[in-house]
């Protein structure tokens, strides 16, 4: 139903965010060095099920956001282009500042989920990003921003995973690696690159 999306372009594009460094990869990989894979799992179910709130929020929403309005639509266009160069800036500013580990078992799954949720990012990023790979002339939007938005938050979950197991060996190496100039820079060249692809793709002929 919806094969003529640019699947391979929202991977790249998602896979750019995920493996951009950022709050939740900085937490993640320093708690997971701290206080093992088992805190940092925890952690990363809250994130997920923090993430997957936001989606559904934003996609019950979005059909009557986008239905056939330009004034909105290009609103919605450059809003999206915006919060991605935001990202570049705030991937090239980080300056590697995270939580420290949590002594409660529990405390890493709740502060995931609270933070996702009390994110405003996250509903903006659903809404303003996800939502400019789906086609409004196929329908059911909310549709198409849940599927896209799930291959997301899949993706996301693949790559947290992953900064758990690494860091859990490597300890504050990857910390260290994650804000370096060169992986700062590297990072938010890409995202900006997916800001100017946003900008063009999405243009109304």
Known sequence: MFASLDWPAFIVAMLAVELTPGPNMGWLATLSA???????????????????????????????????????????????????????????????????????????FRRGLIANLLNPKALV???????????????????????????????????HVTIVLVADHLGTLLDKWRTSFAARLSFGLALAVVALWIAMSTARP
């Open 125 to 159: 990023f659903y809404l303003l990003v996800v939502g400019q790979f789906a086609d409004p002339q196929l329908g059911h939007l909310w549709l198409q921003i849940l599927i896209l938005g799930s291959l997301h938050i899949l993706l996301s979950l693949i790559v």
């Open 34 to 108: 701290r206080a093992g894979r088992k805190h940092g799992l925890k952690a990363v179910a809250g994130i997920t099920l923090g993430l997957a709130v936001q989606l559904v929020a934003a996609a019950t929403g979005l059909s009557a956001v986008l239905s056939g309005s330009i004034t909105l639509y290009e609103a919605l266009r450059w809003g999206g282009v915006a919060f991605m160069l935001y990202l570049a800036w705030e991937a090239f500013s980080d300056d590697g500042s995270a939580p420290p580990a949590m002594a409660n078992k529990l405390a890493g």
